[in-house]
Protein backbone atom coordinates (compact mmCIF):
# COMPACT_ATOMS: atom_id res chain seq x y z
CA UNK A 1 0.00 0.00 0.00
CA UNK A 2 1.10 3.19 -0.77
CA UNK A 3 1.61 5.93 1.30
CA UNK A 4 2.23 10.01 1.72
CA UNK A 5 5.47 11.13 3.82
CA UNK A 6 6.42 15.05 3.86
CA UNK A 7 9.75 15.72 1.81
CA UNK A 8 13.13 15.92 4.01
CA UNK A 9 15.23 18.78 2.11
CA UNK A 10 17.51 16.56 1.51
CA UNK A 11 15.25 14.67 -0.60
CA UNK A 12 13.98 18.22 -1.92
CA UNK A 13 17.46 19.32 -2.75
CA UNK A 14 18.24 16.40 -4.79
CA UNK A 15 14.58 15.49 -6.73
CA UNK A 16 14.28 18.99 -7.86
CA UNK A 17 17.30 19.41 -9.94
CA UNK A 18 16.14 16.41 -11.41
CA UNK A 19 12.84 17.42 -12.28
CA UNK A 20 13.74 21.10 -13.64
CA UNK A 21 15.70 19.11 -16.10
CA UNK A 22 13.04 17.16 -16.71
CA UNK A 23 10.67 19.94 -17.15
CA UNK A 24 12.71 21.71 -19.45
CA UNK A 25 13.58 18.24 -21.39
CA UNK A 26 9.34 18.14 -21.90
CA UNK A 27 8.73 21.39 -22.99
CA UNK A 28 11.40 21.03 -25.41
CA UNK A 29 9.89 17.77 -27.10
CA UNK A 30 5.94 19.51 -26.78
CA UNK A 31 7.76 22.19 -28.98
CA UNK A 32 6.75 24.86 -26.48
CA UNK A 33 11.05 26.11 -25.76
CA UNK A 34 13.82 25.72 -28.17
CA UNK A 35 16.54 23.71 -26.32
CA UNK A 36 18.91 27.01 -25.66
CA UNK A 37 16.65 28.50 -23.05
CA UNK A 38 14.48 25.36 -21.59
CA UNK A 39 16.56 24.89 -18.72
CA UNK A 40 16.56 28.64 -18.02
CA UNK A 41 13.22 28.69 -18.33
CA UNK A 42 12.43 26.21 -16.14
CA UNK A 43 14.81 27.20 -13.61
CA UNK A 44 12.65 30.62 -13.31
CA UNK A 45 9.23 28.94 -13.38
CA UNK A 46 10.05 26.77 -10.36
CA UNK A 47 12.17 29.64 -8.27
CA UNK A 48 8.97 32.09 -8.91
CA UNK A 49 6.33 28.57 -7.72
CA UNK A 50 8.54 27.58 -5.05
CA UNK A 51 10.71 30.89 -3.70
CA UNK A 52 11.10 29.22 0.04
CA UNK A 53 11.64 25.73 -1.10
CA UNK A 54 9.82 23.33 0.92
CA UNK A 55 8.49 26.07 3.45
CA UNK A 56 6.91 27.43 0.23
CA UNK A 57 2.94 28.50 1.51
CA UNK A 58 0.10 26.19 0.15
CA UNK A 59 2.59 24.05 -1.44
CA UNK A 60 3.09 20.29 -0.24
CA UNK A 61 5.44 18.11 -1.35
CA UNK A 62 5.55 14.32 -0.24
CA UNK A 63 7.37 11.11 -0.92
CA UNK A 64 5.48 8.27 -2.14
CA UNK A 65 5.99 5.17 0.02
CA UNK A 66 5.61 1.42 -0.62
CA UNK A 67 6.62 0.26 3.32
CA UNK A 68 9.71 1.96 4.31
CA UNK A 69 11.02 2.64 0.36
CA UNK A 70 10.41 5.78 -1.45
CA UNK A 71 9.14 4.80 -4.93
CA UNK A 72 8.18 8.61 -5.84
CA UNK A 73 7.10 11.83 -4.97
CA UNK A 74 4.45 14.48 -5.39
CA UNK A 75 3.97 18.28 -5.90
CA UNK A 76 0.42 19.50 -4.86
CA UNK A 77 -0.70 23.56 -4.29
CA UNK A 78 -3.53 24.56 -2.35
CA UNK A 79 -5.11 27.82 -1.51
CA UNK A 80 -7.93 27.71 0.95
CA UNK A 81 -9.40 30.48 0.06
CA UNK A 82 -9.87 28.94 -3.75
CA UNK A 83 -13.61 28.99 -4.80
CA UNK A 84 -14.21 25.83 -5.43
CA UNK A 85 -11.42 24.13 -3.34
CA UNK A 86 -8.71 23.09 -5.95
CA UNK A 87 -5.39 22.08 -5.32
CA UNK A 88 -2.96 21.43 -8.73
CA UNK A 89 -0.61 18.84 -9.10
CA UNK A 90 2.14 20.15 -10.48
CA UNK A 91 4.65 17.23 -10.24
CA UNK A 92 3.87 13.19 -10.20
CA UNK A 93 6.53 10.97 -10.28
CA UNK A 94 6.85 7.62 -9.67
CA UNK A 95 10.36 6.38 -10.66
CA UNK A 96 10.97 4.10 -13.56
CA UNK A 97 11.47 0.80 -11.70
CA UNK A 98 8.03 1.15 -9.92
CA UNK A 99 6.10 1.62 -13.06
CA UNK A 100 3.50 -0.27 -14.65
CA UNK A 101 3.16 -2.54 -11.37
CA UNK A 102 -0.29 -0.84 -10.01
CA UNK A 103 1.63 1.89 -7.67
CA UNK A 104 0.45 4.95 -9.55
CA UNK A 105 -3.03 4.10 -8.72
CA UNK A 106 -2.37 3.78 -5.19
CA UNK A 107 -0.04 6.84 -5.12
CA UNK A 108 -2.85 9.13 -6.63
CA UNK A 109 -5.61 7.04 -4.44
CA UNK A 110 -3.09 7.96 -1.21
CA UNK A 111 -2.34 12.18 -2.62
CA UNK A 112 -6.27 12.12 -2.84
CA UNK A 113 -7.39 10.91 0.74
CA UNK A 114 -4.82 13.39 1.82
CA UNK A 115 -6.07 16.66 0.03
CA UNK A 116 -9.45 16.03 1.14
CA UNK A 117 -7.56 16.33 4.76
CA UNK A 118 -6.19 19.96 3.41
CA UNK A 119 -9.38 21.08 2.33
CA UNK A 120 -9.38 20.28 -1.47
CA UNK A 121 -12.65 18.91 -3.01
CA UNK A 122 -11.14 19.00 -6.78
CA UNK A 123 -7.46 18.49 -7.83
CA UNK A 124 -6.23 19.37 -11.25
CA UNK A 125 -3.15 19.03 -13.18
CA UNK A 126 -1.49 19.51 -16.51
CA UNK A 127 -0.26 16.49 -18.39
CA UNK A 128 1.84 16.74 -22.05
CA UNK A 129 0.07 15.96 -24.74
CA UNK A 130 2.76 13.36 -25.78
CA UNK A 131 2.94 11.37 -22.38
CA UNK A 132 0.43 8.26 -23.37
CA UNK A 133 0.94 6.41 -19.96
CA UNK A 134 0.49 9.63 -17.68
CA UNK A 135 -2.69 10.54 -19.90
CA UNK A 136 -4.43 7.01 -19.78
CA UNK A 137 -3.31 6.79 -15.78
CA UNK A 138 -5.12 10.38 -15.18
CA UNK A 139 -7.68 9.09 -17.03
CA UNK A 140 -8.53 5.68 -15.39
CA UNK A 141 -8.36 7.61 -12.05
CA UNK A 142 -10.93 9.78 -12.59
CA UNK A 143 -9.13 13.21 -14.27
CA UNK A 144 -11.10 14.41 -17.60
CA UNK A 145 -9.64 17.18 -19.58
CA UNK A 146 -10.85 20.52 -19.11
CA UNK A 147 -8.93 22.40 -22.48
CA UNK A 148 -6.48 21.10 -24.46
CA UNK A 149 -3.97 23.40 -26.08
CA UNK A 150 -2.88 22.76 -29.32
CA UNK A 151 -0.08 24.43 -31.84
CA UNK A 152 1.15 23.80 -35.22
CA UNK A 153 4.89 24.09 -36.75
CA UNK A 154 4.23 26.03 -39.96
Not at 91 to 116: M, S, T, V
Request: proline content about 3%; aromatic content about 12%.
Amino acid sequence: MVTLQPMSQTDYDSLIEESIKRYAEEKVLAGTWVKEEALENAEEQFDRLLPEGLQTEHHELWNFLNGEETIGWVWLCYDPNHPQQEGFIYNFILFEAYRGKGFAKQAIAALEEQAKSLGVKKLSLHVFAHNQIARALYEKTGFAETGIYMSKPI
